[in-house]
Nanobody, 128 residues
């Protein structure tokens, strides 16, 4: 049984930083791609970033490129999302999701249906 548990959310001011974590059981990050999504009130869930095993480069949404960095610690089976230079429009519930195997972790619009396993989310609030 796959379980994903996010942590690290909180409230920060514009320009601040947070690091989110997603700890997994029931699957191995070393052989499975993982993604971060976010959902603000009244908006669709949107992909933020995805990380792939075997050294493949990660993906980022245009809105977070240059500010967010995804990484993983296979020994701890944990994926991280380092978020710097946060803005009020980054405010959302952030979720991690497990892809269907090592290579399929789409983060384009409307792609959240491609994921079968989700965490419960961690709230990020950025004030101006």
């Amino acid at each position: 049984q796959v379980q994903l548990v996010e942590s690290g959310g909180g409230s920060v001011q514009t320009g601040g930083s947070l690091r989110l974590s997603c700890a997994a059981s029931g699957l191995m990050y070393s052989t499975n791609c993982m993604a971060w999504f976010r959902q603000a009130p009244g908006k669709e869930r949107e992909g933020v970033s995805a990380t792939y095993p075997f050294g493949s480069p990660p993906d980022y949404a245009d809105s977070v490129k240059g500010r967010f960095v995804i990484s993983q610690d296979n020994a701890k089976n944990t994926v991280y999302l380092q978020m710097d230079n946060l803005r009020p429009d980054d405010t959302a519930m952030y979720y991690c999701a497990a892809g269907r195997g090592p290579w399929y972790c789409p983060i384009g619009p409307g792609r959240s249906d491609e994921y079968d396993f989700w965490g419960h989310g961690t709230q990020v609030t950025v004030s101006s």
